[in-house]
């Protein structure tokens, strides 16, 4: 009796002794990532698209939900465009998107992009006024601005406060951006203004960026302003 068909193959030799052994051994094809590279090539509507990555560089790009959660969709790209967390891509079609952490796959980098949902105008810094030990002002107190039109994913979290008449509810959005020179100068205390209401930033997280904080994703911790509108 024997251990399993005999027949000649293209097959490498160790994919033939674990058939003969009766053992699993998933081959993979030496076209695979070739395959992948031609589909994304292929126009596929509603799947492959043309993107340019960080403002600069046109790759293509499959994009489509990806059958987990309602609503999310999976990026893929070729081995041969190498994403990081921190790049923004602007999808054809569907707007622009913040890369969060990206996986290797076989045969792409693979991720769950997050929509770049708001446009906030203006960070600004605000310097007290400085007086000498004799209480003389050597400095007026001023206002500068820290970078501009900056792109963002936002995502709601409320707080609550509770007070004699009740509990309020206090806006604390987060604000996810690419780290650049612009936002590397972001800081606490920071303030911007958003459809009608002013913020003021509590808290700056750097922990999505590298060690050297060359690229990443900052998050800015937000309070929404009670009685201040821009």
Request: glycine share 8%; with cysteine.
């Amino acid at each position: 009796m024997t251990n399993g068909p005999k027949f000649e193959t293209s097959w490498p030799p160790v994919f033939n002794s674990a058939w003969q052994q009766g053992s699993m051994l998933f081959y993979v094809p030496p076209t695979i990532q070739s395959n992948y590279d031609n589909y994304l090539a292929t126009n596929v509507p509603g799947h492959t698209y043309n993107a340019t990555l960080n403002g600069e560089q046109t790759i293509r790009c499959a994009f489509h939900a990806d059958g987990k959660a309602a609503g999310a969709k999976l990026l893929r790209v070729s081995l041969k465009t190498p994403i990081r967390c921190g790049d923004v891509i602007d999808i054809e079609g569907e707007g622009a998107y913040l890369i969060p952490e990206v996986t290797r796959q076989e045969r792409c980098y693979a991720c769950e992009p997050l929509l770049l949902n708001a446009r906030i105008p203006a960070i600004t810094h605000k310097y007290p006024r400085k007086a000498d030990s004799l209480g003389h002002v050597i400095q007026e107190a001023r206002e500068m601005t820290i970078c501009t039109d900056l792109l963002a994913h936002s995502v709601a979290q409320d707080s609550f406060q509770k007070q004699d008449m009740g509990t309020l509810v206090l806006g604390e959005p987060l604000f996810l951006l690419p780290l650049n020179e612009d936002t590397r100068a972001i800081c606490r205390g920071d303030e911007f203004a958003l459809d009608g209401d002013s913020y003021s930033i509590y808290q700056v997280n750097f922990d999505r960026c590298d060690p050297g904080r060359r690229h990443g994703i900052i998050t800015l911790h937000c309070r929404r302003k009670a009685g201040e509108s821009a």
